[in-house]
């Protein structure tokens, strides 16, 4: 079942997405014999705290969350997590977030070259700080100088992970095809809101959270298939994928490989259970590899 | 740390509206310690799992205490035994009974009695003399089941035992463990500073990767209830930043 993302081969088509995996490290029974490979937790080149609580909240077959990106920072990242990395038999990407172009290349230089971190996965649903707090992602032009900012530092794969919060993803992917990203990763959490019926207010302190789980995943599977069909870089599904089909439908949709995100906070074994039910549907579908595997990705 | 698919075993009725369901987990039964807490799941149920502190173990049982407050735990009480429940446990970091301490005054509120009986348990093996005050709005809401050297009852409304808070009626002791609402658990933190209290907060996986059951710390910050907690310190915690209630999904009827 192993597939190629750009220049990586991957053991495997599923991935742990990035803030459902933490560093890999928490919890033993995280099977991790099925990664194909583990997107770490987000980190910003400086520690932040994150947000107050509450933090989720669960609504109908999906979870809001505004964690604020909550970490470390890169320095006890790579102390703390990327040598643990390196003995493991997978690779590791980082998710990587900055208020600036300028911070993201910073950040890619700082992990570029340290042993265990195999690959970057930009995070642009992050305000931009100088320009008044729009988001990268939503600005075809901003998304493209994040890129850009991080290819330029570094030699390792980088994928960009799109926000669904755009009027048309086709043109955020090809800005960010042209800027030199490896593999685009579709989607992030749609911005949502629940208000709590005692308090009179919003159920998260922070007002909003990304919604993800079941609930967007008929909108994530459209909208990684509008992707694909805009570049030709690998593109990888993630939007509420729990099961094996959840993450077939994604493949014949036109993705490369998938990403398993809110589900492994239910099931531990999420990844695996997912890894192998792909493998015994493509056994009982008579295809001897993943390429096999027949895919609707009608060309624009 | 274990998954287990654990057949329910019996359910009774402990004080109003509040209830005691037990479940097969011998090996969870075997390991879990005081305030520790295991996070279920069942077919059919919600996304996210529920997390509920241990009550009791009775063998290769455990026991935890629930009322229906919302979609949830509604679900919960309505499976039948026999029917199995997706038990991940024994989680986070319970209450520290190694202290040489010879008296323990356990104080809970409402459903903070959740983890007071395998704590009495645990804290009168390590030779702790057990007072337990056990304080709810009214003498039906009172758990039934508490029970140490010395049981002090507390209501709000003075049906039974003393009139006021368990806090208030609480003698002192040489450590204080205490677990109920948020806001009963400030007014622990401004009497026994000291005091090792077990924090509600809303969480998502239980095992420390989602960081949604963030809990404020004096010195800065946020940990995790799920990893660090639910027991803490009482001063460590930033009181007035942790939400006092949890509230749950209204229905309209």
Known sequence: MSVAVGAMTLRGPVMAASGTFGYGTEVPLLERRALGAMVSKGIFLRAREGTAPPRIAETPSGMLNAIGLQGPGADALVRDYAPRWAEWDFPVLVNINGESAAEYGELAARLDGVPGISGFEINISCPNVEQGGLYFGNDPRAAAAVTEAVRNRTSLPVWVKLTPMVSDIGVIARAVESAGADALCAINTFVGMSIDLNAYKPRLSFRTGGLSGPAIRPLAVHLAHQAARAVRIPVIGIGGIARPEDALEFLVAGCAAVQVGTATFANPRAVAEVHDGIAAFLEGRGCRSLSELPRYLPRD | ?253
């Not at chain 2, 009791?56 to 949830?72: M, N, P, S, T, Y």
């Not at chain 2, 323990?104 to 390590?126: C, H, Y």
């Not at chain 2, 005091?195 to 239980?206: D, F, I, L």
């Open chain 2, 1 to 253: 740390m274990f998954l287990v698919d654990a057949p329910l075993t019996g359910r009774r009725e402990v004080g109003r509206d509040m209830f005691v369901i037990a479940m097969h987990a011998p090996e969870i039964a075997s390991t879990v310690r005081a305030g520790q807490f295991v996070n279920l799941g069942w077919s059919g149920g919600p996304l996210l799992r529920r997390p509920f502190s241990v009550y009791r173990v009775d063998g290769g049982d455990i026991e935890i205490v629930l009322k229906a407050v919302g979609a949830g735990t509604t679900e919960l009480l309505a499976v039948e035994p026999g029917a199995r429940l997706s038990c991940l446990g024994p989680l986070g970091h319970g209450f520290d009974l190694t202290s040489g301490a010879r008296t323990a005054v356990l104080v809970s509120g409402g459903l903070g009695v959740a983890p007071m009986p395998i704590t009495a348990r645990d804290a009168a093996a390590n030779g702790m003399r057990i007072t337990w005050v056990h304080g709810a709005r009214t003498a039906a809401e009172l758990c039934s089941e508490a029970q140490g050297d010395e049981v002090i009852w507390a209501t709000d409304d003075g049906s039974r035992g003393a009139h006021g808070t368990a806090v208030a009626a609480a003698p002192t002791g040489d450590i204080v463990l205490a677990c109920g609402p948020n806001r009963m658990l400030a007014a622990v933190a401004d009497r026994w500073p000291e005091a090792q209290v077990a924090v509600e907060t809303y969480m998502g996986c239980g095992t420390g990767v989602c960081l949604g059951c963030a809990v404020p710390l004096r010195r800065g910050g946020y940990d995790r209830a799920c990893k660090e907690g639910p027991v803490y310190r009482a001063a460590d915690i930033d009181w007035p930043a942790l939400p006092s209630q949890l509230s749950y999904t209204v229905m309209a009827r």
